[in-house]
Every structure is written in structure tokens, then in C-alpha cells.
């Protein structure tokens, strides 16, 4: 009799010892590995009849998988880039299965064979220098609410940092003085300092002498008090974009996030000057090569380039057709 055995103690070993303990993943990934399995799951469930729990690591095989993403995309309407975050939970799964069942290697190898697909990377979007002007003059400084919002705006918009890092921060987080930086322990638990602008510093200075609310010192809590969520922070960038497109009409048909104000950080400093391997540690880019998608972003660097070149003279001459065959093979 073949011997099986039961996917739940894997999965959970996965997530508790491998994720939590040993790679110390961030709750943002662990969230992420936590959804992907939690669909997966519904769907095996859907597809073999047999409740999670239930089943056994033999039926996940490469054509369950593959059905799985086919599913995601042609009916759930998931973009490719999503399908293959989904993926990459599930390589992550096996590469730690290949530790614990080697004699299950061919099956493994299957499902880690299972390529990414490739897809169109749209330019990096940034904000201009009037529209973010437009949207740190909407909140309402009178308030307390206001002068919150003000400082996470200008913060995010300066120093470029994830939404988690923002949402993380806490009051001891933030260095004053001559030197004044933020302490950041961002993506893949890197810590790293961020250098901030006299305006930013004079900003959370006023800031931090608000009373601090909540026990957990966060730097821009919600009111209660507790770390603001995402759907909180998008809450309140959608208030102010609309307030400022009425200063600014270019706003009214975007989509500000704080992502987009991390871009917009990083375009300032490529406009500035600022070598490519600065901003990547300004950013927390694991690699140089990250920040490549920014020198494709802006048209205005692209223009200045042009202007230092020298045009090309062109010669008129009679026209001659090409050879027939290679104009076929051209055209292919």
C-alpha cells in the first residue's frame, strides 16, 4: 500500500517554523502566504472533493497548480502580476517540502518548473511638484486629525518610505537634532535611516508635541490611538486628493497612494541628481537594478538628454527595394 502524507502538519510547519521562525517573515508576507493558501485551498477542496484538512500532499501536483493560476486569471480576473505572487507562495511551499519529503523530489521539481509569465511594466507613476503641494495644503491644520495627516503626507512624500514603514513608525523611531533621521527596519527586517528635510523635521517636531494617544507610541496613530490600517491610510489620501484637486484639477483623475508618494520621492532625488545606488539604499531596494525603473519614468530627463545630443544630418538617395525574402523574414 502507497504511503501518503497529510498536507495540514506541512503547511503548518511551513508557516510557523520556516516563515515565522526561521526566516522571520513580515506580517505583510505572512498575510500575503496566508490568502494564497486559504484560496488554494478552497479550490483543491472544490476540485477533489475532499475538505483541506483532508488532504494529502500527493494530490498537489503540478496540473492541480497550474489550474489554480488558469482559475485566478480566467475567472477571478487577476492580473498576471497578482498570479504570480500567488506562484511565488507556492514555489516557496515546495522549496521547503523539498527538505522534509526528498522522496517526493519529482513531484516538487514539477510544480517549481511552473513558470512566471511574463507581462507589460507600465511606467512608474509620480506626482509633480504642484500636485503635491496642492495635496499638503488640503488637510486642516486646526485639527488634530488635520496636523496628522499633514506629517504622514509630507513624511511619506520626503523620505519615500513602504506603507508598512509608515504605519510601523513609532515616536522613538524618529532621531531629531542636527542629524535628524528616521529609523526604519523595513522589508526583509533590513534597518536602514532615513535622512530627513529641514521642513520635515520642524514638522514632526511640532508633531511629537501633540499628547500621545494609544500604549503603543505609534507616530501617526488613528484615533483610538492604534496603528492606522491600509484601508485607513487610503481613506484619508483619497479626503485630501479630492480637496486638492480643486486647487490642482490634474489630481482629480488620479489615484494617490503611498506608493506612489515613495515614487514620487525617488523621482525627486533621480531629478536631483542623486546616484542610482544611493537612492536604492534610500529606498531599501534589494538590488541597483530596482531603481532602473525610474530613469524610464520621466520624459522631461529624456528631453534634457536629447538636447545634449547632436541631431542626425540625412542624405536623400534614390529608393531601392529590399530583397524579397529578407523583407519576409523583417516582417515576421
Known amino acids: 500500500m502507497t504511503r501518503t502524507t497529510n498536507l495540514a502538519p ?49 494530490q498537489i501536483d503540478a496540473p492541480l497548480v497550474i489550474a ?72 486642516d491644520r486646526s485639527t488634530w486629525s488635520g496636523r496628522r495627516d499633514h506629517a504622514f503626507i509630507l513624511t511619506a512624500v520626503q523620505t519615500g518610505l513602504r506603507l508598512s514603514e509608515m504605519t510601523g513608525l ?13 529609523r526604519v527596519v523595513g522589508k526583509g527586517r533590513k534597518e536602514r535611516c532615513t535622512p530627513l528635510a529641514k521642513p520635515t523635521r520642524a514638522v514632526l517636531n511640532a508633531w511629537l508635541r501633540e499628547p500621545s494617544r494609544g500604549v503603543n507610541d505609534v507616530l501617526f496613530p488613528s484615533a483610538r490611538g492604534e496603528r492606522l490600517t491600509v484601508h485607513g491610510v487610503q481613506y484619508l489620501l483619497n479626503k485630501h486628493r479630492v480637496k486638492a484637486s480643486t ?8 489615484r494617490v497612494t503611498v506608493h506612489r508618494l515613495r515614487h514620487t520621492a525617488a523621482m525627486d532625488l533621480l531629478q536631483a541628481g542623486v546616484d542610482r545606488a544611493v537612492i536604492a539604499l534610500w529606498l531599501g531596494h534589494e538590488s541597483v537594478e530596482t531603481t532602473q525603473i525610474y530613469l524610464e519614468a ?31 523574414l523583417s516582417s515576421l
Do not use: W
Request: hydrophobic fraction near 40%; aromatic fraction near 10%.
Open 10 to 58: 506541512l503547511l503548518e510547519r511551513f508557516f510557523t517554523q520556516r516563515l515565522m521562525q526561521q526566516r522571520q517573515a513580515s506580517p505583510h508576507t505572512i498575510t500575503s502566504y496566508r490568502d494564497t493558501f486559504r484560496q488554494f485551498l478552497i479550490f483543491a477542496q472544490q476540485r477533489l472533493a475532499r475538505a483541506p484538512s483532508r488532504l494529502v500532499f500527493e
Open 247 to 254: 486647487r490642482c484639477p490634474s489630481l482629480k483623475n488620479q
Open 170 to 182: 513609532k515616536r522613538e523611531d524618529f532621531m531629531p537634532g542636527s542629524g535628524a533621521h528616521l
Open 68 to 139: 489554480f493560476l488558469d482559475e485566478l486569471e480566467t475567472r477571478r480576473g487577476l492580473s498576471v502580476r497578482s498570479r504570480n505572487l500567488r506562484l511565488t507562495a507556492i514555489h516557496s511551499f515546495f522549496r521547503y517540502v523539498a527538505f522534509e519529503l526528498p522522496t517526493h523530489a519529482a513531484q516538487i521539481q514539477r510544480v517549481l518548473a511552473i513558470p512566471s509569465k511574463r507581462f507589460t511594466r507600465n511606467l512608474v507613476s509620480f506626482l509633480s511638484r504642484p500636485e503635491v503641494d496642492s495635496l499638503l495644503a488640503a488637510p
Open 298 to 328: 520621466t520624459l522631461a530627463m529624456k528631453e534634457r538628454a536629447l538636447a545634449r545630443t547632436t541631431p542626425p544630418v540625412g542624405k536623400p538617395s534614390r529608393y531601392q527595394p529590399g530583397d524579397r525574402l529578407l523583407g519576409f
